[in-house]
T-cell receptor, first 114, second 115 residues
Framework: NAGVTQTPKFRVLKTGQSMTLLCAQD?????MYWYRQDPGMGLRLIHY???????AKGEVPDGYNVSRLKKQNFLLGLESAAPSQTSVYFC?????????????FGQGTRLTVV | KQEVTQIPAALSVPEGENLVLNCSFT??????LQWFRQDPGKGLTSLLL?????REQTSGRLNASLDKSSGRSTLYIAASQPGDSATYLC??????????????FGTGTQLKVEL
């Protein structure tokens, strides 16, 4: 009963390096999301997807790219990491409509850019 | 733009006390409201989800209420225990327009239940 799984859990990057964060869900959810959590600012939406092959921008999309090639996976990419992208990243998934639109979250990826 | 506020930012209570956490939001056009718990260094655990047509939801010692017209929700925790110590987050999603069940979060209430 894995739910939402994020890899890696921790990562340290140098400024300018690139990386990809992987999110996998086994609940057959249509919707998937990437959030970042910073002290004093709460969680903010980076990008989201309403289905396989679709992506859209959230509140803070600059510096990130995403892809949803398979329904169960949602990838978040940083092409050229900056210290301002030091944060904890959370992936979430949910059904689109109906009674049960509860969002389920992964355990987070703590990223430090030096 | 939707804004979500949680008061107080931190709360310390003795074990056994009943307590109320508050959440307010500026735009009443919401689809649902969800309460989460976050332990230090961990992910978010969903506690309760209230649809916009509902007034409250209960799970064990937790009861969440929603007053959409006034833009308020409360999370009531009965007979608090040290294991309830965590940060509690409130989040709302907009009325669905095919654009995803996107959540807007408050900054949370950090709860400490002392022996």
């Amino acid at each position: 009963n894995a739910g939402v799984t994020q890899t890696p859990k921790f990562r340290v990057l140098k400024t300018g390096q690139s990386m990809t964060l992987l999110c996998a869900q086994d609940m057959n959810h249509e919707y998937m999301y990437w959030y970042r959590q910073d002290p004093g600012m709460g969680l903010r939406l980076i990008h989201y997807s309403v289905g396989e092959g679709t992506t859209a921008k959230g509140e803070v999309p600059d510096g990130y790219n995403v892809s949803r090639l398979k329904k169960q996976n949602f990838l978040l990419g940083l092409e050229s990491a900056a210290p301002s992208q030091t944060s904890v990243y959370f992936c979430a998934s949910s059904y689109p409509t109906g009674v049960n639109t509860e969002a389920f979250f992964g355990q987070g990826t703590r990223l430090t850019v030096v | 733009k939707q804004e979500v506020t949680q008061i107080p930012a931190a709360l310390s209570v003795p074990e056994g006390e009943n307590l109320v956490l508050n959440c307010s939001f500026t735009d009443s056009a919401i689809y649902n409201l969800q309460w989460f718990r976050q332990d230090p260094g961990k992910g978010l655990t969903s506690l309760l989800l209230i649809q916009s047509s509902q007034r409250e939801q209960t799970s064990g010692r937790l009861n969440a209420s929603l007053d959409k017209s006034s833009g308020r929700s409360t999370l009531y925790i009965a007979a608090s225990q040290p294991g309830d110590s965590a940060t509690y987050l409130c989040a709302v999603s907009p009325i669905l327009t095919g654009g995803g069940n996107k959540l807007t979060f408050g900054t949370g209430t950090q709860l400490k239940v002392e022996l």
